[in-house]
């Protein structure tokens, strides 16, 4: 992935890490079809860009099933596209 020159995520000049560091960049880049200017960055989008009055609903099976697998879980708010 790192020598592929078609998914280059950082500068080869610089070595700086290309992202998101603003809502709009966040909303541009996160969407499906995402802005050609965020193509090869790595998305940040960070909780203090959601509105004040969003709210989290989580479901809870009545009858727990337990999984195939474990999975892990990615908390840190950053995909890189």
């Not at 960055?41 to 909780?47: A, F, N």
């Not at 195939?68 to 840190?76: E, L, P, W």
């Amino acid at each position: 992935m790192y020598d592929d020159t078609h998914r280059q995520l950082f500068d080869a000049e610089t070595g700086e890490v290309r992202y998101t560091g603003t809502l709009e960049a966040c909303e541009a880049a996160a969407r499906p079809d995402v802005d050609t200017e965020y193509k090869n960055h790595c998305v940040e989008c960070l909780p203090g860009y959601m509105a004040e009055d969003a709210s989290v609903t989580y479901m809870i099976l009545l009858e727990p099933v337990a999984a195939d697998r474990a999975t892990g879980t990615n908390q840190t708010g950053r995909a890189c596209l």
